[in-house]
């Protein structure tokens, strides 16, 4: 094959377009000798087989629900599984009706149609640093700036971030966070650091895009409430005064494969967004929103309750291992839900350093924490997963890996 | 609700975002005494409801591949279903290799990832006129300008259509085209007029998109050759130096609301157009793309034939019903295949006036001809899709739209 050179026909946008070495990191876990924290996959014993197979069965059945199954449908999504968002959003502090509920597919195709819907060439998006490396990739396509966003301890004004933005060539477009057991670092925000993110954005007049992946897998303590529901009760109760964008998912507490996400927002936001969805693939597949809608409503919350068991002994597992095995001078978070823990190593410690020999000398996989960062990196932090691997699993890998990292410690301080 | 005004924060491309006149339309598919040919989907009665709950109750019998269906997987799509469709292109002229092939929601969304990979605002698009309205939504995220593509009786240079685009800022990016049947015409494009394009973008350096959506669906005459086959032949039969993208979809032969379609390409294209995947929905449906694979290998012949002897009849039934009813001074093509007949009304006669009195006063709908322009429209015209409708609706309703679009002419001549 000659290589044939198309890049005078590509978009600027497509010099951030980068394979992530996540995807790489991922092939590992299919080699049967390797311990892997690097996916952020849910444990496939969860996945709620039964009740899927009869929803399918049911609805291809009867030839009614068979041809509207199959047939395309409306971009803003299956009514009835709208209807069940809005239950569980009312449930859940976020008072909304179904013309504020957009499905997608996944939360990472809400995070693509709000990065086209907010983003010029050169506007700025407000992140934290670490964040969702997935969320950055999305973002990448509409040519952004990332400024970091930091809530706690910084002295950085409203009026900064906009000059700043401005000395760019554009504007703040957005805040995104993902307030609970963060991806990557398992961190949750406080309900002030909250209120300070809806103040802050309301003085720049912009958005906050609020990701809730993990919100619902919490293993200890009481939910927070979410950032929109705040914002719901900082507006005299009424969404469509909001500027908070909810990104919610299937794709942890039932399934992920389905690709079934949603977005809650006020309804001229959710508006533009159906169009970007029309435009975009249609609509997401009709059978699956179907399927979807029956499944959530018999077997989410009792999967909910198995995922937290499961994922809770795990997190525990892993920080008794990280407690037995670590040596001085490397910390970690301790989350409260999710599936990762954030680790940073000695200062010089290199995560993909660490990776490398993790990998070879030791058969342990994780993913080098500079792959969640828009800009500046910390190389000297990782993170782990705790979903997919086995407390047994977690003891051995997380013991071998802190012994590879007390070696190189070890080396280092003697070099 | 007050009104916020997001208009701030939105991205320069959202003022390309508009609402489908054609949403609107297909609501009155749902309203029983129209006779709609608005549409453009495949009747319900071709599904193969059978086959697909099947091959999902297999799949999710068996632990091993229901954990597999459930989770997710790559970017670039189930390996399988990839095999199917590289044997598939093989059979119809098109070597080429699963590296060369990608799986997207349907073709919408490879036309999204298209627009998105090549246009940088104010880059040029060649299209026809009309074209796909759904091609056209997809671009406008990308803020092209578009330029009309004249194959035949045209005198535009390939240097002209350069220097426009130059003159607007930008540069050619590709050729779009419906090559087969297309919507909204109807009309085939002659292996000469394939030629004629190829040697074009060969002259601007660009890519050619052939958007394949009905191909399969032709009722008579001899198949053409895939303007990538055409390609491939120029190319000493290596698709790794061809520059046409082909966008394939199961909606229109099989099921649409699997939301399955593809694009086959040289690797360079695949692996960016992978990237874009992974940044937007990370992947398309496991459990759809399994079932489909299952489908597509023992449905997938047997359907086509069923769909073309069910729309050979309706055609049939269309062109004898135009003859009986439409005035003088009414044109309309001759399809061999796809879903659409383009009607060339009098001068003067305009098709959302004529879509206006035909709802009101015959209870018949359609779609005006303006929708389908990017730039400068032919107001009389209108697109009549005949997938949908019975023979007896097909009859009746072309029959009273003939009789008001004669009494339209005849009060246009009187006035």
């Known amino acids: 094959m000659s290589a044939v050179d198309w890049s005078h026909v590509f978009a600027t946008r497509s010099e951030r377009m980068r394979a992530s070495e996540i995807r790489e990191l991922l092939k590992l876990l299919d080699q049967p000798d390797i311990i892997s924290f690097a ?11 039964e009740a899927i197979r009869k929803a399918q069965d049911d609805i291809l059945a009867d ?6 199954a199959l047939q395309y449908s409306v971009s803003e999504g299956f009514a009835p599984l709208r209807r069940w968002i809005v239950d569980f959003m009312g449930k859940n502090g976020v008072p909304c009706g179904l013309d504020n509920v957009l499905i997608t597919c996944g939360s990472q195709q809400g995070l693509d149609f709000l990065g086209k819907l907010f983003l010029s060439p050169g506007d700025t998006a407000l992140t934290e640093a670490p964040t969702y490396l997935g969320a950055l990739q999305a973002f990448n396509s509409y040519e952004p700036r990332y400024d970091r966003l930091i809530l706690d301890g910084g002295n950085t004004t409203p009026a900064a971030y906009a000059s700043a933005a401005a000395a760019n060539g554009g504007r ?8 609970d057991y963060a991806n990557p670092t398992g ?14 954005a309301e003085e720049l ?17 009481e939910p927070l409430p979410s950032i929109l529901s705040l914002d719901i009760a900082r507006s005299g109760g009424d969404i469509e005064k909001t500027r908070t964008i909810y990104c919610g998912t299937f794709s942890k507490t039932l399934v992920p494969a389905l690709r079934v996400g949603w977005i809650v927002a006020a309804q001229p936001l959710i508006q533009k967004l159906v169009l970007i969805k029309q435009a975009g693939d249609l609509h997401s597949s009709t059978l699956n929103q179907m399927v979807m809608a029956r499944v959530a409503e018999t077997a989410y919350e009792a ?37 990762f823990v954030w680790v940073t190593l000695p200062e010089g410690l290199d995560g993909a350093e660490l990776l490398a020999r993790a990998i070879a000398e030791e058969r342990v996989a994780f993913v080098p924490g500079k792959a ?24 051995e890998g997380i013991g071998r890996l802190g012994r590879l990292v007390a070696r190189m410690a070890g080396d280092a301080a003697a070099a």
């Open 172 to 179: 703040v477009k957005f805040a995104y966070v993902v307030p």
């Open 39 to 49: 996916g952020g996959i849910p444990d496939p014993k969860l996945f709620p087989v």
């Open 303 to 339: 999967n909910v309750a198995r995922a937290i068991a499961l994922y809770r002994g795990r997190r525990d597992a892993m920080m008794a291992a990280l407690d037995a095995s670590m040596p001085k001078g490397v910390s970690w978070t301790h989350p409260e839900g999710g599936l």
């Open 372 to 395: 969640f960062f828009a800009t500046d990196s910390m190389s000297n932090t990782i993170r782990l997963n705790f979903s997919s691997p086995t407390e047994t699993q977690i003891a």
């Open 205 to 221: 007049d912009v958005p906050v895009i609020e990701d809730s992946a993990y919100q619902a897998l919490r293993f200890d303590g």
């Open 187 to 200: 961190i949750t925000m406080s309900v002030e650091s909250r209120d300070k993110l809806l103040a802050l």
């Open 63 to 68: 030839p009614v629900t068979a041809a509207q």
